[in-house]
């Protein structure tokens, strides 16, 4: 009967009659799969397989098998004609063809490409006054004290940490104005909130009292207190009581606790200056070193030196077998030590009240210089032996107090500031007759230059005399020639 398959019998050999709707190689009637290979990978073995045929019955029975799937029960087309290949028949067919399928994705903006540890999103700082001239790895410890080292570091490298819109490295120092870029840093979990740390005053109220009685001065940046005689500046050996250890009872309305920038002996009393502020610390320190600050002495000394207004030049190293305890001067290993004075008043032979200005600041220096040339500071023990002490009424203690103090102000301006001497001192210049109003003598640079009208008659006077005593000589000379 038209239309439907052979007897199994006439199957060819070692192969199995086609399914209906399906060509030998395993793909739906009407595709064009017959010309590559079918799903296994084989050759197709539709009706146009590229196998040589038998013979003629062969090539009957394959166009026999084609027929049958083109066709389905009663001659009727079993599937609708496709015009592509791969399309879906309109017929339900007895087995689905495998057909691969693709996931479409919906298109997403694509991110831009970023280097590993580089961050997109940046955050600006302004440098404030407080921070001017610190380190930039110094200036993350105070500011972003959960960026470590490492993290600033790798930044650098990577051309993300920048000043100004320049490369920046941890150790470039910050000037106040300037614009730091930083990345944020990596996200963290949430730390548990900790209490905030006060800072404990371990000070009596006896004690605070004590050093706050001693301020002279204070504002923003600074303080200057008048340290009496016997109290030291630093902690040491066998040093419990210290101007360092009562740092505490001078922060007032600050929060951060005033810092040391200069000292003084033990022994010796008057104007210590004290930073209160990281900033004020370092300009201070760097108008020390830059021997820009001036700082003036009053001393009283035995005996009277020759000359009213000099300037002591030796140079000074610890002396061996003192432990560092002790200076003395030495020419050949010495650090240079210059140290200026000027009598102020003296009492007959016997002693002199002076004015001293070091222009330089090494340990001990101004009583070693004094010792130096033969007139050590009343009550000097140590460099000026036995005698270096007064009989009568006049204190066994040292004479030695640093009157003034005059430094620039970190915020414009001057800090300058006179200290009272101690009760001893003011004893012993009343005892010996001294005029205490003499004691303040002006600095070289404050000195007025200016000529005045007397100054400008008295130099008329001198010149025209010069001019007298030259057309003098002039005359002896031409009257000399003639007599030859």
Known sequence: MKGRPPPKNDAPRGRKPAAPGKSTGGKPAGSKSGFGKAADGKPGGGARSFSKPSGAPGRARGGAKAATARKGEGGKPAFKAP????????????????????????????????????????????????????????????????????????WSRTGQLRIDGARAAPGDRVAEGQ??????????????????????????????????????????????????????????????????????????D???????????????????????????????????????????????????PSISDGMIELPLAKQPGTGGEKMHVDEEEGLPARTRYRIIERAGNRAC???????????????VHLAAIGHPIVGDG????????????????????????????????????????????????????????????????EIDRTPTREDEKKFARQHAKQVRKDRKGERRSRGGSRDE
């Not at 961050?119 to 993350?140: A, E, K, N, T």
């Not at 009240?353 to 009583?367: D, K, N, S």
């Not at 009989?391 to 009272?420: N, Q």
């Open 83 to 154: 015009f592509k290949s791969g399309a879906k028949p309109a017929g339900k067919p007895a087995a689905k063809a495998a057909v691969a399928k693709v996931a479409i994705v919906p298109s997403t903006p694509a991110k831009p490409s970023v280097a590993k540890g580089v961050s997109l999103d940046v955050r600006q700082y302004r440098v404030q006054p407080d921070d001017d001239g610190i380190r930039l790895d110094r200036w993350f410890q105070r500011h972003l004290p959960d960026v470590g080292f490492n993290i600033v570091s790798r």
């Open 179 to 252: 614009m730091i870029r930083v990345p944020p840093a990596e996200a963290k979990a949430p730390a548990a909130e900790r209490p905030k740390r006060e800072r404990v005053i371990d000070l009596t109220e006896d004690e605070i009292a004590f050093v706050q009685e001693m301020v002279i001065h204070r504002d923003a940046q600074a303080i200057v207190i008048n340290k009496p005689p016997g109290l030291s500046t630093q902690g040491g050996t066998r040093t419990d009581e210290h101007v360092d250890k009562l740092l505490d009872g001078l922060m007032f």
């Open 254 to 304: 600050s929060e951060s606790r005033p810092k040391l920038v200069h000292r003084l002996d033990k022994d010796t009393s008057g104007a210590l200056l004290i930073a209160r502020t990281s900033r004020a610390a370092a300009h201070f320190a760097k108008a020390f070193s830059s021997r820009t600050a001036r700082k003036v002495y009053w001393a009283l000394v035995i005996g009277v």
């Open 353 to 367: 009240w002076v004015e001293l200005q070091p222009y330089t600041g090494r340990t001990h220096q101004l009583r």
């Open 382 to 445: 140590k460099y000026g032996g036995k005698d270096s002490f007064l009989t009568g009424s006049i204190s066994r203690k040292m004479h030695l107090h640093a009157r003034r103090i005059r430094v620039d102000h970190p915020d414009g301006g001057r800090v300058d500031v006179m200290a009272e001497p101690p009760t001893h001192f003011a004893a012993s210049l009343a005892d010996m007759g001294f005029d205490l109003s003499l004691g303040d003598m002006l600095l070289d640079d």
